[in-house]
């Protein structure tokens, strides 16, 4: 293209531009241009793959939890922000992935925190927590909490947090907030539970959790279990290593699904437990999907190859955060000599809903 033609298509971009209208641009005439076309030939995702230690997000939980009580923010939360979103708002204070959140909440011991619902679901993976006296109220249903537990929040359950034991609770939650506030379907409300009395717990995993239907119980969550309890997974993962043993690409792993229909345990997040053996170094795996990485117990590393960011190797101790973004190939090892327990979750039920989920196991 010639100086003139090139100086009046500039121009005439900038009036177009001036006026919110853009031209579609795919590779080769984005590239001639200077300019980046979204019609990539491979997923190039913004968030970059990178890792957080524990220890470090530990402390800044603590010292903020000076500045800030449950009752002043609601919630005392700080949450990881993927280095590859901080241009991006308002994902640069929030998001660890385009469509997740891995935040870090402290409830100290006798605090509570308030009761609310929302429209983004959450997950939540007990971290610490005092042996009794820690439990979460969702819609009426009293759930105790302990170390490694998962729970599941539907969304616009009706919750609240309490910690009447000796010692603090932390938890990990990741939610789909950034992924509903791009959609527009974000709703909020401060509110209180309405319900004479609270019901325990123990009765959903009785029933729904033993694949039993109560006739005589409404529970109107999209997921009525609420609580994954960690002794009951272990339990499964050790029996599924003794009768069958690991995958190559996954280890011993199994998925947390809703009783419901055996889908995943929220519409738009899955979570895995995963086993890997000691001295194992699994084989290479690709997704199309947003993954956060956090060991339950031991140690792991993670090494990131062919990813638009780059190469990258995690060593993750005992609950440091990595995340993976989509189609980066990544393999997962663990040099000791026990093994090692790992929680995963992802964004995969949004790209299977899409009909655009695909992986590559090498």
């Not at 010292?63 to 919630?75: A, D, M, Y």
């Not at 308002?90 to 997740?100: C, E, G, K, Q, S």
Request: aromatic share 10%; charged share 25%; with cysteine.
């Amino acid at each position: 293209m010639d100086m003139e033609r090139r100086s009046s298509l500039e121009e005439l971009m900038k009036s177009m531009a001036e006026a919110s209208v853009y031209v579609g641009l795919f590779p080769e005439e984005a590239a001639r241009m200077g300019r980046k076309s979204i019609f990539t030939n491979s997923p190039e995702p913004i968030a970059i793959p990178h890792a957080w230690e524990y220890g470090k997000v530990r402390e800044f939980l603590y010292r903020i939890s000076g500045f800030l009580s449950p009752k002043e923010s609601e919630r005392r939360v700080i949450h990881l922000v993927n280095p590859g979103l901080r241009e991006t708002k308002p994902l640069d204070t929030i998001a660890v992935t385009p469509t997740m959140t891995c935040g870090f909440q402290l409830i100290k011991a006798g605090e509570s925190a308030p009761s609310h619902r929302h429209t983004p679901v959450n997950l939540r993976l007990i971290l610490e927590a005092p042996e009794s006296g820690a439990y979460i109220i969702y819609d009426g249903f009293k759930v105790e909490v302990k170390v490694g537990d998962v729970l599941v929040q539907s969304n616009w359950a009706l919750h609240e947090h309490h910690n009447e034991g000796p010692s603090d609770l932390i938890w990990l939650s990741g939610l789909d907030s950034p992924l509903l506030y791009y959609l527009g379907g974000v709703f909020y409300s401060r509110e209180k539970w309405e319900g004479s009395s609270t019901i325990a717990g123990e009765v959903l995993e009785e029933t729904y959790g033993n694949s039993l239907k109560p006739i005589s119980m409404k529970a109107y969550s999209w997921n009525p279990l609420i609580r994954y309890p960690y002794h009951r997974v272990i339990r499964a993962l050790e029996r599924l290593d003794s009768s069958r043993g690991p995958d190559p690409h996954e280890g011993v792993a199994v998925e947390l699904t809703n009783p419901r229909d055996g889908g995943p345990a929220l519409p738009t997040i899955s979570m895995r437990m995963r086993m890997i053996p000691g001295k194992a170094e699994l084989r290479p795996v690709r997704r199309v999907e947003n993954a956060v990485l956090v060991p339950v117990e031991g140690s792991i590393t993670v090494e990131v190859s062919d990813s638009p960011a780059g190469n990258f190797l995690f060593k993750l101790s005992k609950y440091d955060p990595a995340v993976i973004p989509s189609w980066s190939k990544f393999r997962v090892a663990n040099r000791g000599e026990t093994p090692a327990i790992l929680f995963e979750y992802s964004d995969r039920p949004v790209f299977q809903a899409l009909g655009l989920f695909r992986e590559e196991l090498s």
